[in-house]
């Protein structure tokens, strides 16, 4: 049970370094003067708080205890997270059950078949998911990491005239992964800029007679950063190199 216990700890830290979140450690324990809002024997809660305390010993992890955060049918261990301006969410939480599968009579059989009844983990990488994106958006001001973003670049034709190239440069960059979209609009460039800068897409790459021409793009990163013209492929390989060293550690 506690080796399963630690896998789990191991999966949260993925989930929440991969978005980039700062977090803390909470032991969830029972009130120790107010035993009649839980279910479950005194022993039982003593081996399940054990089990947390000594996870969190094995992993390292310091983590602050609080009395009376419980669930009513066993202890958790929470992960606490900074948003963008300090408040603490719970999001990621795991709980040791030893009452649940009891009072719901589950058994298995192990190997010498004999019947028993089974811990349970609770396991919740992400906690409340709505919670979960909410307090992502917030937290990167819709600015998503580039593997995550539902649309990587914008493609923003000059004119109607190099539309047809742009669904090209579409076709390409989703051949190899590369998420887009493509901005029709018969509106002025500067006015496409600003309006896919306030979408929070990464990339813009600007198409017209030149790039038609030669099979470039003209690559804007999204809030003023690098400007550049480069050939098709080589677009589309910075975007995916950057997507995997972003995704390494997962």
């Not at 419980?70 to 202890?75: T, V």
């Not at 009891?102 to 609770?122: A, G």
Request: proline residues 4%; glycine residues 6%; hydrophobic residues 40%.
């Amino acid at each position: 049970m506690k080796q399963e216990f630690l896998n789990v700890m191991d999966i949260i830290n993925v989930v929440l370094s991969a978005f980039g979140f700062n977090f803390e450690a909470q032991i969830s324990l029972r009130d120790p003067n107010d035993h009649e809002k839980y279910v479950g024997t005194d022993e039982d809660w003593a081996l399940a708080e054990r089990a947390i305390q000594e996870a969190c010993q094995e992993k390292g992890l310091h983590a602050k205890v609080e009395y009376g955060e419980a669930a009513f049918y066993g202890p958790k261990l929470d992960f606490m997270i900074k948003d963008a301006i300090g408040r603490r969410w719970q999001l990621g939480t795991i709980q040791v059950d030893y009452n649940l599968p009891k009072r719901f009579q589950l058994e298995y059989t192990d190997e010498d078949n004999q019947k028993k009844t089974p811990v349970m983990i609770h396991r919740a990488p992400f906690g409340s998911l709505e919670r979960f994106v909410a307090v992502l958006i917030e937290h990167t001001s819709g600015h998503f990491p580039l593997w995550l973003t539902p649309d990587q670049v914008a493609i923003l034709p000059l004119s109607e005239k190099y539309n047809d190239y742009a669904r090209e440069v579409a076709r390409l960059f989703d051949q190899q992964g590369v998420r887009a979209n493509i901005d029709l609009r018969n509106e002025k460039l500067g006015r496409k800029i600003r309006d896919n800068e306030l979408k929070r897409i990464p990339y813009m790459v600007i198409v017209g007679e030149k790039e038609a021409a030669e099979g470039l793009v003209s690559m804007r990163q999204q809030g003023g950063g690098e400007q550049r013209t480069m050939t098709v492929q080589e677009f589309i390989d910075k975007v995916n190199a950057e997507v995997a060293e972003q995704t390494k550690d997962f």
